[in-house]
């Protein structure tokens, strides 16, 4: 997702009071470049300049904003550590 070290990968979540649309569009507003919209689950994935990370919070409609977590699982024919 991020492109450089600049930006940071976060998930945000939605409250359930705010049209998800119009949450992604002030989201998109505050910096946010969204890769991903969850609606079932009230869910926005993307990327922000890091500097902008804790802005996401004040944005009406936003109910956490986290950083994203990496995974990494070893190929299946790869040895057992």
């Given amino acids: 997702m991020?492109?450089?070290?600049?930006?940071t990968d976060v998930v945000v979540?939605?409250?359930?009071?705010e049209p998800l649309?119009?949450?992604?569009?002030?989201?998109?507003a505050a910096g946010?470049?969204?890769e991903q919209t969850l609606p079932?689950?009230?869910?926005?994935?993307g990327s922000v300049e890091r500097s902008q990370a804790p802005f996401l919070t004040t944005v009406l409609g936003v109910e956490g904003v986290e950083?994203?977590?990496g995974v990494a699982i070893a190929p299946p024919d790869a040895p057992l550590h």
């Fill in 40 to 45: 079932e689950l009230r869910i926005v994935t």
């Fill in 21 to 28: 649309g119009e949450v992604v569009a002030r989201l998109e």
């Fill in 32 to 34: 946010l470049e969204v």
């Fill in 2 to 7: 991020a492109t450089s070290a600049s930006r």
């Fill in 13 to 17: 979540s939605v409250t359930d009071g």
């Fill in 67 to 69: 950083e994203a977590r």
